[in-house]
């Protein structure tokens, strides 16, 4: 299966710059080129629109930066996509809840389980770390506080106070503020590095961690377990994944039992998972496509009916152009004919 996409430009839509964020503008730059783009929108399987509102890359907190010049509501971005009827319409919104049909978005937060997520983008730039031995065990560093924007509960500041009951010389837990260490020295000292849930369930935390060379230990969110890439990945080759209610048995009595050569084999995988998959924008979106290849062989893709509904619209559209020609072609040689007896006659 070698399925199409046609990505969306300035040759389609007016000011198209303006509605980009700067990563949405990084899509399209490793897209634009990509031997699976077809310029012919009626070859495409699928379409993308690099639609976006990542806004805190690529430096966190700064809106003004990177964020789009102009935002769309559904119906405007609707309207700007003259191709809207031929197919599979993506975005690269946060959630999908922020967008619904015709689109279909890739999030970062989802609970539907065949969503196809991507991975969060990293503001920090953290390359591979083949260290070895590494001389911490587990570590953390960041904000100890942040509010779930899906209920208001402090997930994060549950998951930190169960985890510092076991903080010792292997095990360091530091608030995002403490001088001691660095965030970058403790992802690339770390065996382990955790991954826990923040405002959001995911954050870009899990694409740094990976990038540097650490195994995750990933403390699965409240809302949204769906995981990145979760189509072609298997996470237990190469992660830790831990339910709130397995953190105390892990550090109590597993993490200090884990054999080296399983740490190995996490590790050997690790690095084969960050290069082919996690690694930057080009990889990244590599296997986004993979995703969709293997979605599409299992006639996954899409909301219900979406592919349905898009495919009678583009057929009923096809024939309202027929009439239409067919109607212009009847009164032309109408007229001929009309113009024909006058002249007769005269």
């Not at 991954?195 to 195994?215: H, K, M, Q």
């Not at 809302?223 to 990945?233: A, D, E, K, T």
């Not at 590790?267 to 290849?293: G, M, P």
């Amino acid at each position: 299966m070698n399925k199409r996409f046609y990505l969306y430009s300035d040759k389609d839509i007016e000011n198209f710059w303006d509605y980009l964020t700067v990563y949405s503008k990084e899509i399209f730059d490793v897209l634009k080129f990509h031997p699976k783009r077809t310029l012919e929108p009626h070859n495409a399987d699928f379409f993308i629109t690099c639609f976006s509102d990542e806004y805190n890359y690529p430096v966190f907190g700064r809106q003004d930066f990177g964020a789009a010049k102009k935002s769309l509501s559904k119906e405007q971005m609707v309207n700007k996509c003259c191709y809207i009827s031929y197919g599979d319409h993506l975005t690269f919104f946060h959630s999908s809840n922020k967008i619904s049909y015709p689109f279909i978005n890739i999030p970062y937060v989802s609970k539907l389980k065949d969503t196809i997520r991507l991975c969060p983008p990293t503001p920090t730039n953290i390359e591979y770390c083949t260290k070895s031995p590494r001389s911490i065990l587990v570590s953390f560093k960041g904000n100890f506080n942040r509010k779930s924007q899906i209920d208001g509960i402090d997930y994060r500041n549950l998951i930190v106070k169960k985890i510092k009951k076991f903080e010792s010389e292997n095990i360091i837990i530091e608030s995002r503020n403490t001088k001691k260490n660095s965030y970058k020295d403790l992802l690339h000292n770390s065996i382990f590095s955790l991954v826990i849930e923040g405002d959001l369930p995911w954050s870009y935390r899990f694409t740094e961690v990976i990038n540097a060379g650490s195994i995750p230990i990933i403390i699965l969110p409240k809302h949204g377990h769906i995981l990145p890439f979760q189509q072609i990945l298997d996470y237990s080759r190469f992660s830790i994944l831990l339910h709130y209610n397995e953190i105390d048995t892990f550090f109590d009595t597993i993490v200090n039992q884990l054999d080296h050569k399983h740490i190995q084999k996490l590790q050997d995988n690790l690095y084969h998972v960050n290069k082919q998959v996690f690694r930057n924008r080009t990889s990244q979106l590599d296997s986004l496509l993979k995703c969709i290849e293997h979605t599409f062989s299992n006639n996954k893709f899409a909301h219900t009916n979406t592919k349905t509904k898009l495919n009678l619209e583009r057929i009923y559209n096809d024939k309202i152009k027929y009439i239409i020609i067919s109607i212009g072609i009847i009164v032309t040689a109408i007229s001929l004919f009309i113009l024909k007896q006058f002249i007769k006659k005269r």
